[in-house]
């Protein structure tokens, strides 16, 4: 209000000034004008040299004519007084023509409408201040109101239709929609309207899409807000909002409460180091409270999504809260191959372009994936100035994804020739361990994020999908991380060995000591040493007690080294054996840059068929 007041006084003295300053009096402003001053007047006329004279009081002075002066020529001005006896007495006895002219004086009816301008300007500025100050009070009063967004007739634009990869969810939520088309159909035989449905899945996998077809579809009223929205600094306040969240619902019932993102609220109370949030706690009692207290909600269902199901509170997870749990997974080859279709429908391909085989190439990749892959195509296409997407941007648009932008290629050097042989040794790897997935392509051209090259399989769209891996297959995978390091070592020697293996290595530590202790696929026998660590901020793995002895702990060491090394010399076997043909695909590779899966495995057959005296003098006449 202070700074109101101080604005005030600023606009009011502004006004002044500028009255003064633009409607003022003016002086007798022309660059051609000349002047005299009142003595020079008096000494003229006392010399008989003034012929005329036309006085202009109103404007403060008087226009003289001189003898001699031309017709075209303007008159002298001169300022005057406003009484002038002694001007008078000359002009009397010298008989000079004297006139008074009168000119408008405006001056007195634009000064007051200045003046009435500048109360209308600060009505309207103190006007703007009440408004502000009564908004903000307003605000207050309106903190603990609920901020979901609320739509009549959800018209999200998105159908069943729409959603592909996950029929067995689709055909969970179709039944919701059931129930709030036609109740009376379930209602007729006793069954009662699921309160609550919460959607978990990874993160992409349509979570969000599917409550806008379910809106789409009902077409009843649809409240849709974040579980971070309730949660505010203040106590109390996401309570308030969840209370009035749950009122408005009840007036417009039947309803669909969608709250994306739950875990931020929903999280298991009294959790963590020091006890829990007050603030979240007393939102979530107050969610708990509404979705199954003492008062029914007839005709709200609550539609909740999340990625981290493990967090959540038990109370909320029962049923009478979340009736049911509808699981979004990452969609096998026929989900990936629906997905498709729907994102394809609007971009233009090549006929050489399969789906089905876009489908079988990206197993493990989610919904999002999916739409981000197809998008990157279509940006592709278009800096490339292409009319259509062909597979060379699909191929370059699932690199991009999965592994990062590429960069520019490297110069033929010593380095582009030892990461030729660290990749080299990963895919000739992949081409010859029995139980490894096939070789997709194996490439040198660096990529973001400091990747130097890749070696890229196609991976087992059952085993990924089932997650059952077998033993076998493990021990090549860790055989096959190990490649490059193996490869580095076997053709450079043990001093030139780099740490672009870092990752592999940590890789298979990791890998290693899950076979030992969660597995069971150790000498140790079948037996699971350790549990997944939980977070410390849910109350898990602070001050975690070891489950088993230092003996064991010793035994577990000594178990993921033996891996380990057992699968580093066995890589390096390999490659020593195929020491030829890892020379002649080095060179193939630096030249190209990138070999295709199938013309990397004619090669390696090729040679490796051929006797061993003709593969050295292959290698003779190569370095010839």
């Not at 002009?91 to 405006?106: A, G």
């Not at 279509?378 to 991009?400: N, V, Y």
């Not at 130097?452 to 196609?458: E, H, L, N, R, S």
Request: charged share 25%.
């Amino acid at each position: 209000m202070i700074f109101g007041q101080k604005l005030l006084w600023k606009i009011l003295a502004t006004g002044i000034i500028a009255q003064g300053a633009l409607f003022g009096t003016p002086a007798w402003a022309n660059n051609t004008q000349q002047y005299l001053s009142y003595s020079q007047l008096l000494e003229k006329i006392k010399a008989g040299e003034v012929t005329e004279i036309d006085a202009y009081p109103s404007q403060g002075i008087a226009k003289v004519s001189l003898k001699g002066q031309k017709s075209n020529e303007l008159m002298y001005a001169v300022n005057i007084f406003e009484y002038n006896p002694e001007l008078m007495d000359q002009i009397r006895d010298q008989k000079i023509d004297f006139e008074v002219k009168r000119s408008p004086n405006n001056s007195a009816a634009i000064g007051i409408l200045f003046n009435i301008l500048i109360i209308f300007i600060v009505i309207i500025v103190l006007l703007t201040i009440i408004r502000r100050s009564g908004q903000s009070q307003g605000n207050a009063l309106n903190f603990g109101k609920s901020r979901a967004r609320f739509q009549m007739e959800a018209k999200t634009g998105v159908l069943f239709d729409d959603v592909a990869g996950i029929e067995e969810a689709k055909e969970e939520l179709q039944e919701i929609v059931s129930f709030l088309k036609k109740p009376e159909k379930f209602t007729a035989i006793g069954a009662k309207i699921p309160k609550g449905v919460l959607l978990v899945g990874p993160p992409g996998t349509g979570k969000t899409l599917l409550a806008k077809a379910i809106a789409g579809e009902a077409g009843v009223p649809f409240f849709s807000i974040s579980g971070s929205e309730f949660v505010e600094m203040f106590v109390g306040v996401g309570a308030s909002r969840v209370r009035d969240l749950f009122h408005k619902a009840k007036e417009n019932a039947p309803c669909i409460i969608f709250i994306d993102e739950i875990d931020a609220v929903g999280r298991q109370r009294g959790a963590g180091i020091g006890g829990g949030n007050d603030e979240r706690e007393q939102t979530l009692n107050q969610l708990l409270t509404e979705m199954d207290g003492f008062e029914g909600n007839t005709g709200i269902i609550i539609i909740a999504a999340t990625n981290r199901p493990d967090v959540l509170d038990a109370a909320l997870l029962r049923p009478g809260r979340f009736d049911r749990q509808v699981t979004v997974d990452l969609p096998a080859y026929q989900g990936r191959l629906g997905i498709l279709e729907v994102h394809a429908r609007n971009k233009k391909l090549t006929p050489d372009v399969s789906l089905e085989a876009i489908a079988r190439r990206t197993p493990g990749f989610s919904g999002a994936d999916l739409a981000n892959m197809l998008n990157e195509a279509a940006i592709l296409t278009a800096r490339r100035r292409k009319e259509a997407i062909t597979l060379s941007e699909i191929d370059d648009a699932i690199d991009r994804v999965t592994i990062g932008l590429s960069l520019t290629p490297l110069l033929d050097s010593k380095k582009k020739r030892l990461i030729a042989y660290h990749e080299l040794g990963h895919a000739l790897l992949i081409t010859l361990l029995k139980n490894s997935d096939p070789l997709n392509k194996v490439s040198i051209i660096p990529r973001s994020g400091g990747v130097g090259g890749f070696a890229q399989p196609i991976l087992d769209e059952g085993m990924v999908d089932s997650g059952l891996f077998t033993r076998a297959w493990l021990m090549d995978r860790i055989t096959i991380s190990l490649g490059g390091r193996a490869a580095e070592e076997e053709i450079f020697g043990a001093a030139e060995v780099t740490v672009g293996a870092a990752n592999d290595i940590r890789n298979v530590a990791n890998l290693a000591r899950e076979m030992v202790t969660r597995y069971g696929m150790s000498d140790l026998g079948p037996v699971a040493l350790e549990n997944p660590t939980g977070e410390v901020f849910l109350g898990r793995g602070w001050q975690a007690q070891s489950e088993y002895s230092e003996e064991v702990a010793t035994k577990i060491d000594h178990q993921v080294r033996a891996m380990a090394v057992h699968c580093y010399q066995e890589a390096r076997r390999i490659i020593r054996e195929n020491r030829l043909v890892m020379d002649i695909l080095v060179d193939i590779l630096i030249e190209k840059e990138t070999i295709e899966g199938d013309e990397f495995r004619k090669i390696v057959s090729e040679y490796t068929a051929l006797p061993e005296k003709q593969m050295v003098s292959i290698n003779l006449d190569k370095k010839s």
